[in-house]
C-alpha cells in the first residue's frame, strides 16, 4: 500500500469519526475493499478506542469487493 493510499484511508476514517461525533445516536460504516484494508482500518479503530475516543465505538467495518 503506498503512502498516499495511507492517507487517503486516514481521511475516510477521520470522516466517519467526525460523522460519529455528530450523530452520537447513530453508528457509522467504513465500507473497505478487502481484508487485508479491513485489517488496517480496524487496528486504526482499535487505536481510537484505547485513547479513549468515544465515537470511536460507534465506528462499524464492512467488507465491500468489487465482483
Partial sequence: M???KEL???DVILAALATANEQPDD???IF???????????????A???SGDEAAWRLQIEIKGTH
Fill in 32 to 46: 473497505v475493499p478487502d481484508k487485508p484494508t479491513a485489517l488496517i482500518v480496524k487496528a486504526t479503530i482499535r
Fill in 8 to 10: 487517503e484511508w486516514g
Fill in 48 to 50: 481510537l478506542r484505547e
Fill in 27 to 29: 453508528e457509522v460504516t
Fill in 2 to 4: 503506498s503512502f498516499e
